[in-house]
């Protein structure tokens, strides 16, 4: 698939219809399943849950506790897990399991119509991982945000592959992004925090202003800038840009990038998907105001991005 690389749009919100709650009679969205990311529990989305409410669209929240996260202790008996090579399976069977289970609880809801996945953080590729372990006949949308997708480069010196494996597995493993009428993936990244490296340097000097479009030359990305909203600290000499950095660096092997303060902006999108950044957006909602810092959940960043749940 021919992509090509064209700048960044700023552009600031419009309030069609298309993003407005909907009042219209007999038009009924498909309903969409959330599904936490590592660390969150199922009550950090209640907030969201009311937000997709307001514009019709029902939604069911995948059961998921802090506690059940403990649960992924087990791949550290798993020789595999100190190779770099684990396997989503069987140590994620549990969060499958839940997906599953919320999937069977929509699909009660769909009325044939199909279903969007939201993936918030892990749950974004964990989401692809169920599909290409139980099937994506139900599914018409994936839409992840801020999903750390991509796994680190190899051999980087002081980069450590945290999921230990498990990038790599999905990278090789499942089905690649699309966006097409029947499935369509759409990834949303944020720019709320600039990283910086540890010791001022050429560290190469990232253009991370740019997006990506596909299918030979039809931009399928933006950048939007949602009202009200103000870009977070990018100081590039700040302690927190260079802690911030070190996440980062961990993450997609940079320090120098833009990101959500915890997955950077160019692992969070992926090829063939359409792909989606916002400034100005935090990455959980555990820690988010939903005004002067807003994460991808909250009101005002969420009418941006709801258009895809009702098309």
Known sequence: MASAIFPSLRLRPTFSSATSPSSSGDFKPRPAVILPGLGNNSGD????????????????????????????????????????TLRPRPVLDWYLKR???????????????????????????????????????????????????????????????????????????????????????????????????????????????????IEGGEVISELALASNNKTGDSSGSSFRARFVGQGYKQVCGRADVWGDGVVPEVS?????????????????PVGSDDETRPWYGSPVIAKEWIHHLLE
């Open 99 to 213: 997906i599953d289970d919320a999937v069977r609880e929509a699909n009660e809801l769909s009325q044939g119509k199909g279903l969007s996945l939201i993936g918030h953080s892990a749950g974004g590729w964990l989401a692809r991982v169920y599909m290409e372990e139980y099937g994506n006949a139900d599914i018409s949308l994936l839409l992840t945000l801020g999903t750390p997708h991509l796994p680190p480069p190899r051999g980087l010196s002081g980069v450590i592959d945290q999921t230990r494996g498990l990038l790599y597995y999905v990278e090789e493993n499942c089905a690649k992004a699309v966006y097409t009428p029947e499935l369509r993936y759409v990834c949303i990244a944020g720019r709320y925090i600039r990283g910086a490296p540890l010791v001022d340097k050429a560290d190469a000097n990232v253009d991370s202003d740019v997006t990506v479009g």
């Open 45 to 84: 989305y209640k907030k969201l849950e009311v937000t997709l409410g307001e514009y019709g669209v029902p939604s069911v929240v995948a059961a998921v506790s802090r506690l059940d996260w403990f649960r992924n202790a087990a791949g550290l008996v798993d020789p595999a897990y100190w190779r770099g």
């Open 268 to 284: 969070a999108h992926l090829e063939g998907a359409l792909n989606v950044s916002f400034e100005g957006v935090y990455h959980s």
